[in-house]
């Protein structure tokens, strides 16, 4: 009997498995060509392959599917019913996966985090320009600054380097930190001296800020200028602000000197909003895109590394 011969055919295995897959396939192309050697070519298999496979099917669902005479193979009625739903299936699965192959792929978004007054003076009226360059690619901006790791969902980071950063992180360099003291244009003449080599008056009023307390001091030791001790207009204390971003706003609306890194500046510097009479040293830091590796040509980081380089 077949049952004795095969398998259990009322198994609970047989009424609710597939017969294995790659032995489906095998048994397709044996129906289709009704001819073991030629599956055999077309699989790149051997005629031995094929046949085992076949026997596999048969076993696994308890009855013959061809008829063996004379050498050669005959599909019956259970192998021509299998045979056609084994071939629509697999035509089915490559139609999907043709479909798949040609459909859009979603678009990682990917996280930006950049230092806050950085990223609102310099970064954010350019960032209109990266993405009429890239308007495929989806980055998210994001404001930080100081210690931060990639585990808290940022991919990338803009950071000046005034602190330790991540184990294993990978640094591009972007570029040097230029600083110097800046003003309202109409008040230079007030609070700068001097004709060929000019000065800060000590009258002139200083703001600072409390992210980078040492900004005067620093500027003038690179700058090679001796600061003398401020002396105020009025009685008040020199005027602290808690980032960049407030002191050059301070600047703008007239009420003292700023010290200035310049890509924070250079905007209302074009425009005539500000006026660096001094101009710009570098003090010795400077930016680096930072990232979990190396950026692979091609990729997203690569395509950010380089925009941002040719901008800067």
Not at 150 to 163: C, E, M, P, Q, Y
Not at 223 to 231: D, F, K, M, V, Y
Not at 274 to 299: I, K, M, N, Q, R
Request: proline content about 8%.
């Amino acid at each position: 009997m077949i049952a004795d011969q095969y398998s259990e055919p009322d198994s609970q295995n047989s009424r609710h498995s597939l017969p294995p897959l790659g032995a489906l396939r095998c048994f397709e192309a044996a129906a289709r060509l009704e001819n073991f050697s030629r599956a055999a070519d077309e699989l790149h298999l051997t005629h031995g392959a094929i046949s085992r496979a076949v026997r596999q099917v048969e076993v696994h669902l308890g009855l013959p599917l061809f008829e063996r005479r004379q050498r050669r193979v005959f599909l019956n009625d259970a192998g021509r019913l299998l045979f056609h739903a084994v071939r629509d299936g697999l035509e089915t699965i490559r139609q999907a996966a043709d479909a798949l192959r040609t459909h859009p792929r979603p678009t990682r978004r990917w996280v930006l985090s950049c230092e806050p007054t950085l990223l609102m003076r310099w970064l954010i009226p350019r960032w209109p320009a990266f993405q009429a360059r890239h308007p495929e690619l989806q980055i998210h901006l994001s404001a930080g600054g100081g210690p931060f790791t990639f585990d808290d969902g940022i991919d990338l980071a803009i950071r000046r380097d005034d602190f330790p950063w991540p184990a294993g992180t990978h640094a591009e360099p972007l570029f040097a930190e230029r600083v110097g003291p800046v003003c309202r244009p109409d008040q230079a003449a007030t609070w700068f001296s001097g004709t060929e080599t000019q000065a800060l008056r000590a009258d002139a009023p200083r703001l600072h800020t409390h992210t980078r307390p040492q900004a005067w001091s620093e500027w003038a030791r690179h700058a090679g200028q001796r600061l003398r001790p401020a002396r105020q207009p009025t009685a008040g204390h020199p005027q602290w602000f808690e980032h960049f971003y407030f002191s050059l706003q301070a600047a703008i609306a007239g009420l003292g000197v700023a010290i200035a890194p310049w890509h924070l500046a250079c905007d209302d510097l074009a425009s005539g909003v500000l006026s660096a009479p001094l101009g710009f040293v570098e003090d010795g830091s400077h930016y680096w895109l930072l990232s979990p590796g190396p950026a692979a040509v091609g990729t997203v980081p690569q395509q950010l590394l380089a925009w941002l380089r040719k901008i800067a």
